[in-house]
């Protein structure tokens, strides 16, 4: 599985931070992301065997009453087959799970193989049934008075059905006896055959009516009784039954068919979930490095991390008053959609007409979010739509919907584009010793608890959705529900039914076609206007260059940049980091009491 991307800090701090991910340029004003330097600390326990799963629980569940909410963004594992038990339990796990997905496709696939059959034998007997349809409908017309109609339609039904009863039920009556045989006779016949009526079956009236030899009347006439009860006592019900019967196990392969794929999902996401260290190139590659310190070879030892986040709003003295106290209406253009987007959104399944809760700074999605979700479509390998950053939103608006009045099951979220996020890395080592003992080592490295803007946390919201993404794009391609396409890193999904229009777009999407170019019109129009803005700033600067040859100093109006704090320098010790400093501290002595740190174990929390 991916992790988490690396977001820029601002204000930055090149000696300390690594360098952000390619294509995340934020500037000051534009968000803020940024810890004090006492808010990271690494822990590292050495305890008996059990003891983290009890704090690290311990820690979920406060967050919540600390009025956080929490998320497990990464986690993976890997067992030395040396550690016998454990390995069968985990690693062993996937192997058998590995035998339930081959079982299962090919389940799926012999109940394909078997609903193809009974559909192709169907499809032959619904093109019998659409000639004794058309007969039917042709005497109801009749009986209703369009004499014309009617007779066209029995027309065209009778003379199919005679057509099937010459080919594939009189041929086999016997060399000189069917109606081909006799053909070099009489030329005529097969012609004079498709003329009769229901009611021809004198062989007099018959060569009186047709002007033939009475010897060929008798023939039409014995052939026409046959014709008549083969349809009506036969042929018909044959088909009408048959038709039911397939029809009705046509249904019951659909159901097993997709029931079989359902059946499958659950076993599929838990082989996922079990995420093999040796599977990323980038564990591979840290767990060979240890490898000679380790010696997992011959060594009884285990790692699992997991990375959880929390986050919950605070409010500093704001450069300005708030002009949002409370959860207020908006409309997706106040959110910083436009025109075209909003349309695209529509189709999406997003009511355009609809107001959703507003955030407490709109509109919420800037050039920041926009900008950064294309690092995130890059890393995760998986396709960010804007149905996808209009549910990151979405996500953190209901956060805040949910506690709102107190009755979220969390202290109520102070109304405030600045947030507390926690980041803490967790990973365990267990080791079995030859005599027997076990043991294990919990490094956090490091725990990180800083400021954050609203942008950043729509981001964090749109890893969770990209993660969740992944995962459901790998149980659908397993399935053949998609096929995955790879663009510019990221892997687009299409349905199977959409397959065709992707194929042939001139036969099936003309309409499709057309929004195409419309798009590439709105490309060029964007870029127009980005142009604009680009002018704009270095009129800013330009004029602000001039301010300052007078003697004025910088003016906040061209130094104000952005919804959120700019002056970082001044601002971010003294109003962010005195609050976020002492979450850092609750959370650090939480778990150090857990622990059973001498001097916090009476701690209250």
């Given amino acids: 599985m991916p992790i988490p ?10 000696w300390f931070d690594p360098p952000p991910t390619q294509g995340a340029d934020v500037k000051e004003g534009d968000g803020v992301n940024s810890s004090p330097y006492e808010a990271r600390q690494r822990l590292d326990f050495t305890t008996p065997v059990g003891v983290w799963s ?33 390995y069968e339990l985990t690693v062993k796990q996937k192997e058998q799970l590995e035998g339930m997905i081959k079982n299962g496709l090919t389940s799926i696939s012999t109940a394909a193989s078997d609903m193809e059959l009974i559909w192709h034998d169907l499809r032959k007997y619904k093109e019998q049934m659409e000639h004794f349809h058309k007969i039917e409908k042709g005497k109801w017309l009749m009986k209703n008075g369009k004499q014309v109609d009617g007779e066209r339609l029995i027309m065209e039904g009778e003379q199919t059905l005679k057509a099937i009863f010459i080919d594939e039920v009189d041929v086999h009556t016997g060399e000189m006896i069917s109606l081909k045989s006799i053909a070099p006779r009489w030329p005529t016949i097969i012609a004079d055959f498709m003329n009769l009526k229901d009611n021809d079956t004198n062989p007099k009236e018959i060569s009186k009516k047709l002007k033939v030899s009475e010897a060929e009347g008798v023939v039409l006439a014995t052939k026409n009784k046959l014709f008549v009860e083969w349809r009506d006592k036969i042929f018909r019900d044959t088909v009408l039954r048959r038709y039911e019967i397939l029809s009705g196990l046509l249904e019951s392969r659909k159901t097993s068919f997709k029931e079989y794929k359902e059946m499958l999902r659950p076993t599929l996401a838990r082989y996922k979930m079990i995420n093999d260290a040796l599977s990323s190139p980038e564990l591979r590659r840290d767990i060979a490095h240890n490898a000679a310190t380790f010696r997992p070879d011959t060594q009884a030892i285990s790692n699992d991390f997991m990375r959880v986040w929390a986050w919950k709003p605070f409010s500093p003295r704001e450069k300005y008053a708030m002009t949002r106290t409370w959860l207020h209406k908006i409309t997706l253009s106040d959110m910083g959609f436009t025109r075209e987007e909003m349309q695209e959104l529509k189709r999406a399944g997003v009511k355009a007409d609809k107001e959703y809760f507003g955030l407490p700074v709109e509109p919420c999605i800037d050039h920041v979010v926009r900008k950064i979700a294309k690092v995130v479509e890059k890393e995760y390998q998986v396709e960010i739509t804007l149905k996808d950053i209009f549910d990151a939103r979405e996500m953190l608006a209901k956060q805040f919907e949910g506690t709102y009045g107190g009755f979220g099951g969390r202290e109520p979220w102070i109304y405030s584009p600045y947030f507390i996020h926690v980041d803490i890395p ?66 687009t999904t299409i349905p199977i039914a959409e397959i065709m229009k992707e194929e042939y777009p001139e036969v099936f ?12 019109a709105l490309e060029k129009l964007k870029e127009s206007a980005k142009k604009v803005d680009d002018s704009v700033k270095k009129v800013k600067e330009g004029t602000n260059k001039v301010l300052k040859t007078l003697g004025l100093g910088d003016v906040s109006f061209f130094k104000s940049k952005g919804p959120y704090e700019f002056a970082v320098v001044h601002r971010m010790a003294k109003n962010y980091h005195t609050i976020v400093g002492p979450q850092f501290v609750l959370v650090r002595d939480f778990m150090k009491s857990k622990f059973g740190v001498p001097g916090l174990q009476q701690l209250i929390w």
């Fill in 54 to 86: 009890g704090v690290a629980y311990s820690l979920l569940f406060q967050f919540p009453r600390w009025g956080f909410v929490r998320f497990k963004i990464d986690e993976w594992i890997t067992v030395s087959p040396v550690f016998r038990e454990y």
């Fill in 5 to 14: 991307i690396q977001l820029p800090s601002i204000p930055g701090k090149k």
């Fill in 426 to 491: 967790m990973l365990r080592t267990v080791w079995r010793l030859a005599n027997g003992a076990e043991f294990e080592d919990v490094a956090m490295e490091d725990i990180i608890v800083g400021a954050r803007s609203q942008n950043f946390i729509i981001i964090n919201c749109l890893e969770l959705i990209a993660k969740q993404r992944k995962l459901d794009n790998y149980i659908d391609t397993m399935l053949g529900d998609v096929r995955v396409k790879n663009e510019t890193g990221a892997q």
């Fill in 509 to 520: 999407i003309h309409d499709e076609k057309e929004l195409e170019n419309k798009l590439k």
